[in-house]
């Protein structure tokens, strides 16, 4: 009886699987492919196989230094984002103080505010101050997003956690920062994964801050990627190469804190 419609949702998942994997296996068959071939029609295969388009990237340092700067300023924002959110989020789960529910939903607007809000201020900011075209720079800017967002997916893990813990340690004599780093930050370790992971893949694929806040010592990959337009037309296989190395940050991540994901949707925070 049940069958029919075990085949059918097999089917449905499988056309979904081969729907969401076209766009980046086309990204990798063009990877493969010099320009001639990508504009002479349609192919499955390249025809002409070459890895000219990855040794372009790899050994040009307009391109390389475009995923170093991309992957430092992203690491500098993930590990401020979770110093910031971890305090802030055991405050909102373990104590009540006046206008905190109000104070919890402003930090969720300004993840909700479109990034091109801040733009002009934080531009002529850091103009001022001397912290434009720097890592620190897209870093800082990038915490109006991650942080609010790290509050909130910690706030609902820690709140999992009975407070019973908290008073069984201070009775054993253990002072608050020792508590919270030797016990209470390893029980939330899922929580921190997936914090750690959104604010990661945020800041990574983020380009408009980015882009505006650098120009030559610390450009993003997405900002470099536009190196392909040139006037005489797009270089579609070194693009398609940049896209594919692109995903590569993102699919380690994913790989090594999928199962944390995993506990957290299950946990409603996700």
Same mark, same amino acid.
């Given at each position: 009886m049940n069958k029919p419609k075990f085949q059918k949702r097999s089917l449905f998942m499988l056309a979904y699987v081969v729907f969401a994997l076209l766009p980046i296996y086309w990204m990798v068959n063009m990877s493969f492919k010099t320009n001639n071939e990508i504009l002479a029609g349609f192919t499955l295969f390249p025809n002409h196989f070459t890895w000219n388009n990855y040794k372009t990237i790899l050994t040009d340092p307009a391109w390389y230094?475009?995923?170093i700067n991309?992957?430092?300023?992203?690491?500098?924002n993930t590990?401020?984002?979770?110093?910031? %959110?971890l305090p802030a989020a055991y405050a909102f789960s373990r104590y009540t103080f006046l206008?905190?529910?109000?104070?919890?939903?402003?930090?969720?607007?300004?993840?909700?505010?479109?990034? %091109?809000?801040?733009?002009?201020p934080f531009f002529q900011l850091y103009t001022s101050v001397g912290l434009?075209?720097?890592?620190i720079a897209v870093a800082l800017v990038h915490l109006l997003f991650n942080v609010p967002l790290a509050v909130w997916i910690l706030e609902g893990f820690m709140s999992g956690i009975p407070?019973?813990?908290d008073e069984?340690?201070?009775?054993?004599g253990y002072t608050f920062p020792h508590f919270f780093v030797r016990i209470f930050i390893p029980l939330i370790k899922a929580g921190v994964g997936v914090a750690a992971f959104f604010c990661f893949m945020f800041s990574w694929v983020e380009?408009?801050? %980015?882009?505006?806040?650098?120009?030559?010592? %610390?450009?993003?990959?997405?900002?470099?990627?536009t190196r392909t337009v040139s006037a005489s037309g797009m270089d579609w296989a070194t693009l398609a190469a940049a896209g594919v190395l692109t995903i590569v940050p993102g699919a380690i991540v994913i790989w090594f804190v999928r199962n944390y994901i995993a506990k957290g949707f299950a946990m409603g925070r996700v």
């Amino acid at each position: 009886m049940n069958k029919p419609k075990f085949q059918k949702r097999s089917l449905f998942m499988l056309a979904y699987v081969v729907f969401a994997l076209l766009p980046i296996y086309w990204m990798v068959n063009m990877s493969f492919k010099t320009n001639n071939e990508i504009l002479a029609g349609f192919t499955l295969f390249p025809n002409h196989f070459t890895w000219n388009n990855y040794k372009t990237i790899l050994t040009d340092p307009a391109w390389y230094s475009g995923y170093i700067n991309s992957l430092i300023y992203v690491g500098i924002n993930t590990v401020i984002s979770l110093l910031v %959110a971890l305090p802030a989020a055991y405050a909102f789960s373990r104590y009540t103080f006046l206008g905190d529910k109000h104070v919890f939903f402003w930090l969720l607007t300004n993840r909700m505010t479109p990034p %091109a809000v801040f733009l002009l201020p934080f531009f002529q900011l850091y103009t001022s101050v001397g912290l434009m075209d720097t890592h620190i720079a897209v870093a800082l800017v990038h915490l109006l997003f991650n942080v609010p967002l790290a509050v909130w997916i910690l706030e609902g893990f820690m709140s999992g956690i009975p407070r019973e813990i908290d008073e069984t340690a201070y009775i054993d004599g253990y002072t608050f920062p020792h508590f919270f780093v030797r016990i209470f930050i390893p029980l939330i370790k899922a929580g921190v994964g997936v914090a750690a992971f959104f604010c990661f893949m945020f800041s990574w694929v983020e380009l408009l801050l %980015a882009r505006t806040l650098t120009s030559v010592n %610390a450009k993003p990959i997405a900002a470099t990627m536009t190196r392909t337009v040139s006037a005489s037309g797009m270089d579609w296989a070194t693009l398609a190469a940049a896209g594919v190395l692109t995903i590569v940050p993102g699919a380690i991540v994913i790989w090594f804190v999928r199962n944390y994901i995993a506990k957290g949707f299950a946990m409603g925070r996700v």
